[in-house]
């Protein structure tokens, strides 16, 4: 089993404890924002199977009806992810909405602000791993997944401030109405998960910072060539697609061109460890005299 399947897995399991706690919590205070934190982590769990399923989808080899591999498939469960945050955010403004409707005192509000402390905890440190793990193994939805966790930290923490503050003041309309406003919070939240992932859908380029590492390369690896050109570049999940045109003197064997292109795809696969280069090899009258010029 790869690492990033090991952590989807773990965001079930995570996720299945977590879930237990917030309705304990609930149970135990008839708060409504704390059931509305707990609607939030049943789309947790959701969202980490969704992740779980298209990681695995992902992690399949190229075949004859996806030749260029499976990678795009946590794209959609990042969208998904991001589509279930709003829902959930909808959610909590429905029970917030009905509590400031029928306003009352809550029942032994420290007992579960104490056990969804706990909960919350456990989401927080589950988010950093997430997040961290998952743009190291450029894994979107482990990242989609960790970020979506967050939102439900940030909620947890305006959830326990708000009943905090109806205990002290004895002002139980706090309650549903911080839980409401939280609710915008994730609405937001939600939202940026869906922008990025749309992003990967389009065929997004690499960032500057990288392109310009990958036109470094070229200019100082492809010694022999005349130019580069016609640079592309796309992310698709974890995976890099790199192709452009390399001009090489009209003279020059098939044997020295391909042992530049060979020397160009080691040195970008160094920098871009799960990369795919594919090169275009071009007599000198196909110059354009512009793009990458290669260093002498």
Same mark, same amino acid.
């Given at each position: 089993?790869?690492?990033?399947?090991?952590?989807?897995?773990?965001? $079930?399991? #995570?996720?299945?404890?977590? +879930?237990?706690?917030?309705?304990?919590?609930?149970?135990?205070?008839?708060?409504?924002?704390?059931?509305?934190?707990?609607?939030?982590?049943?789309? !947790?769990?959701?969202?980490?199977?969704?992740?779980?399923?298209? #990681?695995?989808?992902?992690?399949?080899?190229?075949?004859?009806?996806?030749?260029?591999?499976?990678?795009?498939?946590?794209?959609?469960?990042? %969208?998904?992810?991001?589509?279930?945050?709003?829902?959930?955010? +909808?959610?909590?403004?429905? *029970?917030?909405?009905?509590?400031?409707?029928?306003?009352?005192?809550?029942?032994? @509000?420290?007992? /579960?602000?104490?056990? !969804?402390?706990?909960?919350?905890?456990? !989401? /927080?440190?589950?988010?950093?791993?997430?997040?961290?793990?998952?743009?190291? $193994?450029?894994?979107?939805?482990?990242?989609?997944?960790?970020?979506?966790?967050?939102?439900?930290?940030?909620?947890?923490?305006?959830?326990?401030?708000?009943?905090? $503050?109806?205990?002290?003041?004895?002002?139980?309309?706090?309650?549903?109405?911080?839980?409401?406003? %939280?609710?915008? !919070?994730?609405?937001?939240?939600?939202?940026? =998960?869906?922008?990025?992932?749309?992003? /990967?859908?389009?065929?997004?380029?690499?960032?500057?910072?990288?392109?310009?590492? #990958?036109?470094?390369?070229?200019? %100082?690896?492809?010694? /022999?060539?005349?130019?580069?050109?016609?640079?592309?570049?796309? %992310?698709?999940?974890?995976?890099?697609?790199?192709?452009?045109?390399?001009?090489?003197?009209?003279?020059?064997? =098939?044997?020295?061109?391909?042992?530049?292109?060979?020397?160009?795809?080691?040195?970008? *696969?160094?920098?871009?460890?799960?990369?795919?280069?594919?090169?275009?090899?071009? @007599? *000198?009258?196909?110059?354009?005299?512009?793009?990458?010029?290669?260093?002498?």
């Amino acid at each position: 089993m790869s690492k990033t399947l090991k952590l989807a897995t773990g965001s $079930l399991l #995570i996720g299945c404890l977590v +879930l237990g706690l917030k309705a304990l919590a609930w149970w135990l205070t008839g708060s409504v924002a704390l059931l509305s934190d707990a609607l939030e982590s049943t789309v !947790n769990l959701a969202t980490a199977f969704a992740a779980l399923v298209a #990681i695995r989808v992902a992690a399949r080899p190229a075949d004859s009806d996806h030749p260029y591999g499976h990678h795009k498939a946590e794209y959609f469960s990042a %969208v998904l992810e991001g589509v279930m945050i709003i829902l959930a955010a +909808l959610f909590i403004l429905r *029970e917030a909405y009905a509590g400031l409707s029928e306003v009352r005192e809550l029942e032994t @509000p420290f007992v /579960g602000l104490a056990i !969804n402390a706990v909960a919350t905890c456990l !989401n /927080g440190i589950w988010a950093f791993v997430l997040v961290r793990q998952g743009r190291a $193994l450029k894994s979107p939805a482990l990242v989609a997944d960790g970020k979506h966790l967050w939102t439900d930290v940030v909620t947890s923490g305006g959830v326990a401030l708000g009943l905090v $503050l109806a205990v002290v003041t004895g002002w139980w309309v706090l309650d549903p109405a911080l839980a409401g406003l %939280v609710a915008v !919070n994730i609405l937001w939240s939600g939202w940026k =998960v869906v922008r990025e992932s749309l992003s /990967g859908l389009m065929d997004e380029a690499v960032p500057e910072a990288q392109l310009t590492r #990958i036109k470094e390369i070229i200019a %100082v690896e492809a010694v /022999g060539a005349v130019e580069a050109h016609d640079l592309r570049t796309r %992310v698709a999940g974890s995976a890099t697609f790199v192709d452009f045109h390399l001009v090489v003197p009209a003279d020059m064997s =098939v044997f020295d061109a391909h042992e530049i292109c060979d020397r160009l795809e080691a040195a970008i *696969e160094d920098i871009l460890p799960d990369s795919h280069v594919a090169i275009h090899v071009e @007599p *000198e009258h196909k110059s354009k005299h512009s793009g990458i010029v290669v260093l002498d």
